[in-house]
């Protein structure tokens, strides 16, 4: 198993079209933080179980992120899942991983998932907006009047998105070429903009 | 634990960070020099992108004077 990087960031979130504002969001905030997001979207095949592979990239960071926003049909086990899987990490290693829980509406997760209460998720209300605010609530920020600065390099990082995906003619964002390409975009913005060093 | 420090826990607490920098964001990702090429082209077409359409909001609002 990796070593955890402690600035490294497993990401669990709905991969389907209206997400897509507030995937780029989730990323670019991160990267604006000085953090590493990882997802999925990086795990290839290689004939060992992408299970497995999933467990590992999860494993090689040091907190996880996990929405679960989406609870319409068709139903999805796959964010659930996973959160399960980060909260027995956790539980083996409580001090070594942390995992944050997102969602859209407030108190929904104690019928749908009724095992994590006393926890308070994050809330979102489905909004760029309220993603921003969501991370600034979680984590500490040295950057001067970081939620306007975060706002506004986030709608730019949205913007370039939008043309990389009309570029590829993409029909998703959600694909690993696209990731590697946004995460480069978010942190040229970042750094650009003085958020992270060089 | 106290019962407040516990509850402080559950509450997701603030969450202090090491920062990374950009190369490290970078190589954690194996992102090529062309990728970041492309990148870079994209940030700065979404800038004037984002520009014009400022422009062209403002055109679209009457001003004051003419508001009245």
């Keep these: ?198 | 634990m106290t019962k407040a420090a516990a509850k402080a826990s559950r509450k997701n607490a603030k969450i202090r960070l090491t920062k990374a920098t950009a190369s490290e964001i970078l190589a954690a990702h194996k992102i090529t020099p062309a990728e970041i090429r492309h990148a870079k082209r994209l940030i700065e077409e979404a800038e004037r992108s984002l520009r014009r359409s400022s422009r062209s909001t403002k055109r679209a609002l009457p001003s004051r004077a003419t508001a009245k």
């Design chain 1, 1 to 198: 198993v990796a070593v955890p990087d402690e600035k490294a960031v497993f990401l669990n979130v709905p991969f389907d079209p209206s997400y897509e504002p507030l995937f780029v969001t989730l990323v670019g905030v991160l990267v604006f933080l000085g953090q590493d997001p990882h997802c999925v979207l990086e795990v290839r095949e290689k004939g060992d179980g992408r299970l497995i592979r999933i467990v590992e990239l999860m494993r090689s960071c040091r907190m996880s992120i996990h929405d679960l926003s989406r609870t319409g049909t068709p139903v999805r086990f796959n964010m659930p899942y996973e959160l399960g899987l980060a909260s027995a990490h956790k539980i083996a290693d409580p001090g070594a991983y942390e995992v944050l829980v997102l969602e859209s509406r407030p108190y929904r997760i104690d019928k749908t998932l009724s095992d994590y209460k006393g926890r308070d998720p994050l809330i979102h209300h489905g909004t760029c907006e309220g993603m921003l605010a969501c991370l600034l609530d979680a984590y500490v920020t040295g950057v001067p009047d970081a939620a306007k600065e975060f706002r506004s390099a986030a709608r730019l990082l949205r913007r370039s998105a939008a043309l990389l995906k009309r570029e590829m003619k993409a029909t998703s964002l959600f694909r690993p070429a696209l990731f590697r390409l946004l995460l480069s975009s978010a942190t040229g913005i970042g750094n650009m903009r003085g958020f992270i060093q060089r």
